[in-house]
């Protein structure tokens, strides 16, 4: 599994950080609030990937960010998103919502469905400047628009085809050398991505339901060997000019994220 420094490493969901604090059942792939170990800091510029599913009529009240570009990914659900640039957005599965807080922002994340949890991914990545100026992003990508191919949903800010509006077309600006690509890939179907920068993350969508212990559901291979079941994760090192191949190897469509980070 290994060529030229290239290595995979699991990061399995039984070892995930994870917390069920009744309104939000979240899990942390590296050390975030009350869960802490030293060997998952960070990775590259990605600092934060949480899983979370927050209960209905309740989320994450008023909090202020800095220097940090932080989106989320809608598994399901409706995430109301509240800030102090005056946004305000209801963000469904899909959608992808940026905050690049720079200088400082506030903002709520709330769950406005009396009746359904919201499942969602809450990343952070660090800027690759200081003292931006805060800015919101939101884009929207379909179900038809991931399937069997890696759609790239998340791409620096100058790279071709990103746009710095609002509300557009094409990735989710980032002020990072950090690109996000999701799939949503049919049984026996392969998709490839080659490596700009060195590192990578490859992480399984636990979309089948709420799970602390060793991956169930959907499985993707990797390079015809590593195999990850929902809510497990590799690391890719090594990984500038390496390509992975993603294999579902399940019995049903699996939801995945590759990370490529230049830094």
Same mark, same amino acid.
């Given at each position: 599994?290994?060529?030229?420094? !290239?290595?995979?490493?699991?990061?399995?969901?039984?070892?995930?950080?994870?917390? @069920?604090?009744? %309104?939000?059942?979240? !899990?942390?792939?590296?050390?975030?609030?009350?869960?802490?170990?030293?060997?998952? *800091?960070?990775?590259?510029?990605? &600092?934060?990937?949480?899983? @979370?599913?927050?209960?209905?009529?309740?989320?994450?009240?008023?909090?202020?960010?800095?220097?940090?570009?932080?989106?989320?990914?809608?598994?399901?659900?409706?995430?109301?998103? =509240?800030?102090?640039?005056?946004?305000?957005?209801?963000?469904?599965?899909? @959608?992808? *919502?940026?905050?690049?807080?720079?200088?400082? /922002?506030?903002?709520?994340?709330?769950? &406005?469905?009396?009746? =359904?949890?919201?499942? !969602?991914?809450?990343? %952070?990545?660090?800027?690759?400047?200081?003292?931006?100026?805060?800015?919101?992003?939101? &884009?929207?990508?379909? @179900?038809?628009? =991931?399937?069997?191919?890696?759609?790239?949903?998340?791409?620096?800010? +100058? *790279?071709?085809?990103?746009?710095?509006?609002?509300?557009?077309? +094409?990735?989710?600006?980032?002020?990072?050398?950090?690109?996000?690509?999701?799939? /949503?890939?049919?049984?026996? =179907?392969?998709?490839?991505?080659? !490596?700009?920068?060195?590192?990578?993350?490859?992480?399984?969508?636990?979309?089948?339901?709420?799970?602390?212990?060793?991956?169930? +559901?959907?499985?993707?291979?990797?390079? $015809?060997?590593?195999?990850? $079941?929902?809510?497990?994760?590799?690391?890719?090192?090594?990984?500038?000019? *390496?390509?992975?191949?993603?294999?579902?190897?399940?019995?049903?469509?699996?939801?995945?994220?590759?990370?490529?980070?230049?830094?």
């Amino acid at each position: 599994m290994s060529a030229s420094g !290239f290595k995979l490493v699991p990061r399995p969901n039984s070892e995930r950080g994870n917390a @069920d604090h009744g %309104w939000l059942k979240t !899990f942390h792939t590296f050390s975030f609030a009350n869960y802490w170990d030293p060997r998952f *800091q960070s990775f590259g510029a990605l &600092r934060v990937i949480n899983e @979370d599913r927050v209960e209905a009529s309740t989320g994450f009240g008023t909090h202020p960010h800095r220097e940090m570009e932080i989106f989320s990914y809608i598994v399901a659900g409706e995430l109301e998103h =509240k800030d102090s640039m005056g946004n305000l957005e209801i963000m469904k599965r899909g @959608d992808v *919502q940026m905050t690049s807080a720079g200088t400082g /922002i506030r903002h709520s994340e709330w769950n &406005r469905n009396p009746e =359904k949890e919201v499942h !969602f991914l809450q990343i %952070w990545v660090q800027p690759n400047l200081s003292r931006l100026e805060p800015k919101y992003f939101s &884009r929207h990508f379909t @179900d038809a628009e =991931k399937t069997d191919t890696l759609l790239e949903i998340v791409a620096p800010v +100058g *790279q071709e085809g990103v746009s710095e509006e609002r509300s557009g077309s +094409g990735p989710t600006p980032i002020h990072s050398l950090v690109s996000l690509h999701a799939s /949503i890939l049919t049984p026996g =179907k392969t998709v490839s991505h080659t !490596f700009k920068g060195s590192k990578g993350y490859v992480h399984l969508v636990q979309t089948s339901g709420y799970n602390t212990g060793v991956g169930k +559901g959907n499985r993707i291979q990797l390079n $015809g060997g590593l195999e990850l $079941g929902e809510g497990d994760g590799s690391f890719v090192f090594g990984a500038a000019g *390496q390509e992975v191949k993603i294999e579902n190897v399940g019995t049903t469509k699996a939801e995945l994220l590759v990370f490529d980070m230049q830094e």
